[in-house]
């Protein structure tokens, strides 16, 4: 009788992740390996990245990482959270133009509408059914239901969203092609900025009073 089990969590990161460097959205690699170090940090020099450690001081350990096999606490507002595997917690990711995400969401959680600028991000459905979308830039919505072992498309840079449509905990698996793609919420970004985005500049942008703002602010305060 055939196996139609769906992939385990590793090997799933593995495929969505291995499906992107062709088309990756950071610099060429001009080695093997660059594993990031981070110590560099402490010194005066920055890049755009991560200097390389010396070879002799590489690891397999700098190439592994058990973040994503621990769901995330949900136990928030929004009812999802985002564990994330980018250059900054596994360094073998350095120069790779990959990196992946674990999003875990209670029941009815949602992702709010958020943006990578520099990736394109691929989702790939562990358990639970989603609705996603995403906007363009032409204000058009592209929006459907995603189920278990299924797999959405969000481009790079636009608005997107995914909500758990069900009464039972929900997963996803993203990949991205960068090794740090960002990500810019978009409620948090205009209210919980520091300096803060004037008031009366989001009270004409959105049309309403100006201690509405003040009020929706209080909620998210700059992190």
């Not at 980018?86 to 990959?98: I, K």
């Not at 929900?170 to 090794?179: D, E, R, T």
Request: contains cysteine; charged residues 15%; proline residues 9%.
């Amino acid at each position: 009788m055939a196996n139609n089990k769906l992939p385990a969590l590793p090997l799933a990161a593995v495929l969505l992740a291995l499906a992107a460097p062709s088309l990756a959205g950071d610099p060429d690699m001009l080695q093997d390996i660059c594993v990031a170090d981070y110590k560099s940090l402490n010194g005066p020099l920055r890049l755009n990245g991560f200097p390389c450690k010396r070879l002799e001081n590489v690891t397999a350990d700098d190439f592994f990482s058990g973040l994503l096999a621990i769901p995330g606490d949900t136990g928030n507002a929004a009812g999802s959270a985002v564990t994330v595997a980018n250059v900054e917690r596994l360094p073998g990711l350095n120069t790779q133009g990959v990196s992946v995400a674990r999003i875990d969401f209670a029941p009815w959680g949602v992702n709010p509408p958020h943006t990578h600028p520099r990736a394109t991000e691929v989702i790939f459905v562990l358990q639970g059914s989603l609705d996603v979308g995403f906007v363009t830039t032409a204000n058009r919505l592209y929006a459907r239901t995603v189920c278990r072992g299924e797999v959405f498309v969000f481009p790079r840079g636009l608005v997107h969203y995914q909500r758990n449509n069900g009464g039972t905990p929900a997963a996803v698996m993203s990949a991205f092609n960068s090794q740090l793609p960002g990500t810019q919420a978009v409620v948090q970004t205009l209210f919980g900025a520091s300096p803060a985005v004037p008031t009366d500049v989001l009270a004409r942008a959105f049309q309403i009073d100006g201690g509405l703002v003040e009020a929706i602010k209080s909620k998210f305060p700059p992190k």
